[in-house]
């Protein structure tokens, strides 16, 4: 038998995790499963676990009001230690580059248990871009035994700074798995926010911001081009913004935006009812790393309101353009696309570099491996 302890705590990592414990699942004669919760997020991880019928041995429950890093790092590393202590897990699995997924990686390292690290070897080679995520990650794969890279870049960016290509496996990105699954099921917008929202009536353009780099200037200057873009197209465009329940988010984007007929500020949704409202928008204006790789599958462009991206193969595809955080340009750019139809198509019309939905396959076969030598 392989034990595995997955460990996990925001949304994000909730999406991309649920298809490996699903396809872990399907081998009970081969892994124990643990799945350890630190509920670095709360109300936006809990539907995650219902979603996905992930039911956690155990729950850390860390989140604070505006919480600092050290509060993450300081409280995971504590409290994961002990348990990994006791577990003694043959590897640790953690996704992406949160703080929970670096403490925790860093914890296993402490106990000398493996790591397995799905979603390795995204890199700006920018450490304040993203900001703290560039050094999360880079600490994730330096203590990783196994590093799941969802692309051939992932993987030379990993052989780059000096990790054995026995170590990495390319298996495509673990989101692709969840937005298929996801996207298939059948929802009822009645009684929920998407509700109010004319889906079929204006063209929606939807809007997610949340990067700890963009608080303050870089975050306010993405709401006035919001706001000047509603302004501008009133009549037949509608913004709908999940705001992200982080209070340095919520605080700048009401400030900037609340009371503007055609600009729709909702709570974080649902995944089924994200992925619905990603279908039926025209247009994505975010900052997140997920949308960027989900986006694609959909048909629907995204500009990116930061100023690089970690994720290359999707502006290589003609699906992303990474617009930067000034409000002439994301304006101008966002009006480009309601514009100018060709370019709309073209960017719409991209293939998704990200996979194929078949991710936690190669990453659970890779696990397989490693027990049969
Ligand atoms: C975290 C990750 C980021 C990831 C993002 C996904 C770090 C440092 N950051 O950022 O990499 O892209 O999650 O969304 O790991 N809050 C709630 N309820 C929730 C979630 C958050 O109230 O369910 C509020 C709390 O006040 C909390 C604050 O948001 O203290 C910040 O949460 P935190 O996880 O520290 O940062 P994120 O910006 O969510
Ligand atoms: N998402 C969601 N509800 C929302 C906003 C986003 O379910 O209201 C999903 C989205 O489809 C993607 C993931 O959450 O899979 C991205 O999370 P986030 O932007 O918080 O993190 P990042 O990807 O930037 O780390």
Request: glycine share 6%; proline share 5%; aromatic share 6%.
């Amino acid at each position: 038998m392989i034990k595995i302890l997955t460990v996990f705590g925001t949304r994000p990592e909730a999406i991309k995790m649920a298809p490996v414990i699903k396809q872990l699942r399907a081998y009970p004669d081969t892994f124990v499963n643990r799945v350890c919760i630190t509920a670095q997020h709360r109300q936006m991880l809990d539907p995650f676990l219902n979603l996905f019928d992930i039911k956690p041995d155990c729950d850390l429950d860390i989140m604070q009001e505006d919480q600092s890093l050290e509060h993450i790092t300081v409280t995971v590393l504590r409290q994961l230690g002990e348990i990994i202590k006791k577990e003694r897990p043959d590897y640790l699995l953690v996704q992406g580059d949160t703080t929970t997924s670096m403490a925790a990686s860093l914890a296993s390292f402490y106990q000398k248990v493996k790591v397995a690290h799905v979603e390795a070897g995204l890199r700006t080679w920018n450490v304040l871009q993203p900001y703290p995520e560039e050094i999360n990650r880079k600490i994730i794969d330096a203590v990783s035994n196994l590093c799941f890279a969802h692309t051939p870049q992932a993987r030379q960016n990993l052989l780059q700074e000096g990790i054995g290509e026995e170590k990495i496996e390319v298996t495509g990105n673990t989101v692709i798995d969840a937005l298929l699954d996801v996207a298939e099921r059948n929802i009822d917008v009645k009684g929920t926010a998407l509700e109010n929202i004319p889906l079929n009536k204006k063209k929606v353009i939807l809007v997610t911001a949340h990067r700890r780099e963009s608080f303050g200037e870089p975050l306010t200057n993405i709401c006035r081009a919001i706001k000047e873009i509603a302004l501008k197209y009133s009549s037949g465009v509608c913004v709908v913004y999940p705001v992200h329940l982080n209070p340095n988010v919520q605080k700048t984007v009401h400030s900037i935006l609340k009371g503007i007929e055609n600009v729709l500020l909702i709570n974080p949704l649902d995944y089924e009812y994200f992925v619905h409202l990603m279908k039926k928008s025209f247009l994505i204006l975010t900052d997140s790393g997920g949308i960027q790789e989900e986006a694609p599958s959909l048909g629907k462009p995204v500009l990116v309101l930061r100023k690089v991206t970690e994720r290359p193969e999707v502006v290589g595809a003609g699906a992303v353009e990474v617009v930067g955080t000034q409000p002439e340009k994301i304006v101008e750019s966002t009006a480009q696309l309601l514009e100018d139809s060709e370019k709309y198509q073209r960017m719409s019309k991209a293939i998704n570099p990200y996979g194929d939905g078949k991710a936690s396959q190669r990453i659970v076969k890779r696990l397989l491996r490693e027990k049969h030598g």
